[in-house]
């Protein structure tokens, strides 16, 4: 086993998992009603080996909204059927240090990175208009939810209309990313922008909960192969490119501190869901809807800080 003591190990989990629940700092998402609504206190940690032990404990079966952990996937999804050098013909790799729905575009007008708002609407239009270009938004929904669902081992992945519709309600910003993007030649040709953006509020309207996530995260740390179903759902190149920009950019802002102080490659979203790989040991999801000033859930970024102090999961331990 990659973690021969897992009882003991479980043991400790438990203990970060009871030290981060007494944490009440942040504030749930407020910008779409569906959000707003979100208990506080659920707080959630699921563990998934490579070799496919598991560890949940908490609120791990309650469904969430992927939100922006979507969007490390369908970038994985992107690089796997594109090529990372097409897909990077697009989108950049370096953080922006700024917000993740700010109105800006590198130096080359390209998004900075997939893991910010633009380069993930971005991605949408790659895997819309390039990826099987022949399947209509219904069959590239489909498409994508069953990519999501064999990185998670074969679990059925749910869809929140209300809050795609809600999403797509609220989203002046996203559409004026969107067509900021458009005025600069950002997309490929034939993209149908609203087609674009509705695919983007839909990959982040899909609904999990932190055992399933925990599963995509362990395929993640395996090299793209689930290790439950033993399925080889993405190369290990796209493997590599994923979990490299996760690891400089996904926590919005605090990506450098993130990159620093805990060392392992990540992403957070909005709904307060964080997807945390340590790679070739594990995948960690934690779930808590409060989030502080930059967006990470406040819980889940101290069971990160709280992990590493304890085990040495950082990259650059072990030296
Ligand atoms: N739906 C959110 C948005 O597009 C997702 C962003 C996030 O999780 N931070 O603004």
């Known amino acids: 086993f990659i973690i021969p003591e897992f009882e003991s190990f479980s043991k400790e989990i438990e203990e970060i998992y009871w030290k981060c629940k007494s944490n009440n700092d942040g504030k749930v998402a407020s910008y779409i009603p569906q959000l707003a609504r979100m208990n506080p206190n659920y707080w959630g940690v699921s563990i998934c080996t490579i070799d496919g032990q598991r560890f949940s404990l908490g609120d791990v079966n309650i469904p969430f909204t992927l939100q922006s952990c979507s969007k490390p996937l369908t970038y994985a999804i992107a690089l796997d059927q594109l090529g990372e050098e097409l897909v990077h013909r697009y989108v950049g790799q370096e953080p922006s240090g700024r917000n993740f729905n700010e109105l800006i575009l590198d130096h080359n007008k ?89 695919f983007y509020f839909q990959c982040c309207s899909m609904e999990t909960n932190c055992d399933i996530v925990s599963v995509m995260g362990a395929t993640l740390a395996n090299g793209g192969i689930c290790p439950l179903t033993e399925e080889k759902v993405l190369g290990s190149e796209s493997v590599r490119d994923v979990l490299s920009l996760m690891h400089s950019c996904g926590m919005y802002d605090y990506s450098g501190q993130f990159a620093f102080k805990v060392g392992l490659p990540a992403k957070s979203g909005v709904c307060g869901g964080l997807l945390v790989v340590i790679p070739n040991v594990m995948g960690i999801c934690t779930w808590s809807p409060p989030l502080d000033a930059l967006g990470n859930s406040c819980r889940g970024v101290q069971f990160c800080e709280e992990l590493v102090k304890k085990f040495n999961f950082h990259r650059y331990d072990n030296l």
Not at 114 to 140: F, Y
Not at 178 to 194: A, D, I, L, Q
């Open 110 to 198: 390209k998004p900075h990175n997939p893991m910010i708002n633009a380069g993930a609407i971005l991605v949408c239009a790659l895997l819309k208009t390039l990826v099987k270009p022949e399947m209509t938004l219904a069959e590239k929904f489909d498409f994508t939810m069953n990519y999501f669902e064999r990185l998670a081992g074969g679990e059925d992945l749910g869809f929140n209309n209300a809050i795609f519709l809600s999403e797509r309600e609220a989203a002046d910003r996203n559409y004026a990313l969107g067509f900021y993007m458009r005025e600069h030649k950002c997309y490929p040709e034939k993209t149908s922008f609203r087609e674009c953006m509705d």
